[in-house]
T-cell receptor
Framework: DAGVTQSPTHLIKTRGQQVTLRCSPKSGHDTVSWYQQALGQGPQFIFQYYEEEERQRGNFPDRFSGHQFPNYSSELNVNALLLGDSALYLC???????????????FGPGTRLLVL | DQQVKQNSPSLSVQEGRISILNCDYTNSMFDYFLWYKKYPAEGPTFLISISSIKDKNEDGRFTVFLNKSAKHLSLHIVPSQPGDSAVYFCAARSLYSDNYGQNFVFGPGTRLSVLP
């Protein structure tokens, strides 16, 4: 049973460029969340996708956008990159159970982005 | 404003002894809590969770305690093993948030070192 996978593992970009990160959820999961983890900090919630729609969004600018495909995989796009966007980007998948609080998010290994 | 706090950046424990990792939160709407462990170059791995209707949940060597009145939870690892050396994140979610999405808020993490 494959877990959450992310690609690429590492990426180097320059300021102003655009980047696309990809995530495949764990088998049986239908919800994908994206997090940014800066060095020495905990993951910060960017947004969550369910049924191909952005369902909730954290405190991130519109330069951060995403997409979810019919097979539940997801992309994170960041436009006009800034030096401060350098971080580990984590994808987490989960499965929606109606009427329960037992949702647990499972994380992928992350994509480390360096903006020069 | 950090809603989830882990005030000890690091903790060292002798192998075989108990490790106690602490987490405090400020948002009284949080009622589902999780602990994750993270090794370098890997994504966070889910360890254990607890709902606010409980005050204790146990899974093998790991026990999580929740004190709702104090807005405090702790993770106990007994006995500690060298393989437990990692960064531990506390995460919280509001089950009845205004938004339908599942937004987890993470603490900054505590680095646990288990010494042989």
């Amino acid at each position: 049973d494959a877990g959450v996978t992310q690609s690429p593992t590492h990426l180097i970009k320059t300021r102003g460029q655009q980047v696309t990160l990809r995530c495949s959820p764990k088998s049986g999961h239908d919800t994908v969340s994206w997090y940014q983890q800066a060095l020495g900090q905990g993951p910060q919630f960017i947004f969550q996708y369910y049924e191909e729609e952005e369902r909730q969004r954290g405190n991130f600018p519109d330069r951060f956008s995403g997409h979810q495909f019919p097979n539940y995989s997801s992309e994170l796009n960041v436009n006009a990159l800034l030096l401060g966007d350098s971080a580990l980007y984590l994808c987490a998948s989960s499965r929606q159970y109606e009427g329960t609080d037992q949702e647990t998010q499972y994380f992928g290994p992350g994509t480390r982005l360096l903006v020069l | 404003d950090q809603q989830v706090k882990q005030n000890s950046p690091s903790l060292s424990v002798q192998e075989g002894r108990i490790s106690i990792l602490n987490c405090d939160y400020t948002n009284s709407m949080f009622d589902y809590f999780l602990w994750y462990k993270k090794y370098p170059a890997e994504g966070p791995t889910f360890l254990i969770s607890i709902s606010s209707i409980k005050d204790k949940n146990e899974d093998g060597r790991f026990t999580v305690f929740l004190n709702k009145s104090a807005k405090h939870l702790s993770l106990h690892i007994v006995p500690s093993q060298p393989g437990d050396s990692a960064v531990y994140f506390c995460a919280a979610r509001s089950l009845y948030s205004d938004n339908y999405g599942q937004n987890f808020v993470f603490g900054p993490g505590t680095r646990l070192s288990v010494l042989p």
